[in-house]
């Protein structure tokens, strides 16, 4: 069956181009799956899935059919199944990158082939259920282009840099001027040749505005790290309760409410018999 997918990451042609061809950057954004080895030639790896209390590991490999730098087309076949024997799976994938407006425009198509459990469902429903996985993957595909500080957060530091800057040097200036060489103790007691200077200096220091310590100020928050934070922390399989059972009953709701009714009239036509 064919799958097909676009969308838009925030990066321009070339960068998303790198990112896409890193395979083991890549493989590991997608819900479930370890990238193990990456050649010249292709990669290995596993995907796990949960549905819950059944866990299935596939394990396969991979290699690039084709692939264009200049045109930013690649295509890439990957084989597995599953270790206990429960079933197979492959898939061509077909990747084609352009720009676009506010970044770059990705075109996946997939032709899967599947066996076992799997394979029952209907093309709508793997359609159903591989748009709610590519949303998680797009998620954290765009946060490997998202890591920079925000502007304001920036120049907030670089204005607290300057004005602390400043606060010393008008300290230093102070000091040479006067020509004061004075002990720590003999400042702490306010002696010494030059002690009122001092103080007078370190009176207008105080009056320039500084910013708290450098050292006690929160490093930037970027908009990645806050998508990390909200990433559960157990993520190594690919939980498919919460993703399948709702696509299930949309697709087969029909043969469930006509379930339900026969059930109903079931039991009203036993209650009426006794």
Request: aromatic share 4%; glycine share 10%.
């Amino acid at each position: 069956m064919e799958l097909t997918h676009d969308f838009v990451v925030p990066a321009p042609l070339e960068q998303a181009w790198a990112t896409f061809m890193d395979l083991e950057r890549v493989g590991g954004c997608f819900p479930g799956a370890q990238v193990t080895e990456v050649s010249d030639d292709g990669f290995s790896g596993t995907v796990k899935v949960k549905l819950g209390p059944i866990a299935l590991q596939y394990a396969g490999a991979g290699r690039f059919l084709e692939r264009d730098d200049a045109a930013h087309r690649a295509v890439i076949e990957a084989k597995g199944k599953d270790k206990r024997g429960n079933g197979t799976a492959g898939a061509t994938v077909t990747i084609q990158l352009a720009p676009a407006e506010g970044g770059t425009r990705v075109d996946v198509t997939t032709d899967l082939a599947i066996t076992g459990k799997p394979a029952q469902f209907g093309r709508g429903v793997m359609q159903d259920v591989s748009d709610k996985l590519l949303q998680q993957f797009v998620g954290c595909i765009e946060s490997q282009f998202d890591t920079e500080p925000a502007p304001e957060a920036e120049s907030v530091a670089e204005a607290g840099d300057s004005e602390a800057s400043a606060t010393a040097d008008l300290a230093r200036e102070v000091a040479d001027d006067e020509g004061m060489a004075l002990s720590p103790a003999e400042i702490a007691e306010g002696t010494g040749e030059g002690a009122g200077d001092a103080h007078a200096a370190a009176a207008v220091a105080s009056q320039v505005p500084t910013l708290k310590s450098a050292g006690a100020s929160p490093a930037p928050t970027t908009r990645a790290q806050v998508k990390a934070a909200a990433k559960p922390a157990d993520d190594d399989a690919l939980d498919l309760g919460a993703t399948v059972l709702p696509v299930l009953l949309k697709a087969y709701a029909p043969q469930v409410a006509v379930a339900l009714a026969a059930l109903a009239l079931g039991i009203l036509i036993g209650r009426r018999r006794r």
